[in-house]
């Protein structure tokens, strides 16, 4: 169960907040979040048992637990929560996916979990903000159903980092140009593509801002897996 009256108390007292959906192992996104600025709180998302275990082990002797929220379950575009199968992939805990994994992933899948699934609306519908300065998704082919899932709260981020895979390694992935068009529409330009010479620049990490967000920078680039 969420405690969002602990989330809404430390958000009380000015903090600028942060989403990290899919935090990986170790949470590098966040934590490189909250050694930079004191002044940001982070709701961290995580699915995969492995990951989020580290995650909170993590947070626990290295940084400040008092500006980070973790939240064990997917993010994805459902109407009420539910349990969905969940693709663990050996080897990269972070190529781990809502979507089927296919292609050269598909021999790689070594366990698939039954993982609580929520709504980003469902968080935020319960939480007391202004707006969200930063919504970061590295979720292997779901960024976009991330998106969606926030409704009309999406309209009060400032920024976001999500990524698309050119590669079709997962069933039913969002395309770079399914996610720039549902941006678009919601408000979001892309100001940056990073092509992830790793991947074989077929993973691309994109950067939104919103149009009519005052707010002058998003703060660190992000890290993708």
């Known amino acids: 169960m969420i405690d969002y009256d602990l989330i809404n108390e430390k958000l009380k007292s000015g903090l600028t ?3 990290d959906v899919g935090l990986s192992f170790n949470m590098p996104n966040a934590t ?3 050694r930079n600025d004191p002044n940001v709180y982070v709701i961290g998302i995580e699915p995969h048992p492995g990951n989020f275990k580290s995650c909170c082990s993590h947070l626990e002797t290295h940084h400040a637990g008092d500006r980070c929220y973790l939240i064990e379950a997917a993010i994805s575009d459902v109407d009420k929560s539910r349990e969905q199968d ?4 050996s080897g990269d805990s972070g190529t781990s996916s809502l979507c089927r994994p296919i292609g050269r992933f598909e021999n790689l899948v070594d366990r698939v979990y039954s993982v609580e699934t929520i709504s980003l609306a469902s968080i935020l519908d319960n939480i007391i903000y202004e707006t969200i300065d930063v919504l970061k998704t590295d979720t292997q082919g779901n960024d976009l159903r991330v998106m969606k899932s926030a409704g009309e709260h999406l309209k009060n981020v400032d920024f976001i980092y999500a990524e698309y895979d050119e590669s079709d390694d997962y069933e039913n992935a ?3 140009e399914e996610l ?3 941006l678009e529409e ?5 100001y940056d593509r990073i092509y992830v010479p790793e991947r074989n620049n077929k993973l ?4 939104y801002r919103n149009v009519n967000s005052k707010a002058e920078n998003a703060g660190p680039r992000w890290n993708s897996n």
């Open 174 to 176: 969002n395309t770079g």
């Open 204 to 207: 691309v990490d994109c950067e």
């Open 86 to 89: 969940f693709y663990g992939l």
């Open 17 to 19: 907040l942060r989403f």
């Open 180 to 182: 720039d068009a549902y």
């Open 32 to 34: 490189q979040w909250l």
């Open 186 to 190: 919601m408000g979001f330009e892309c």
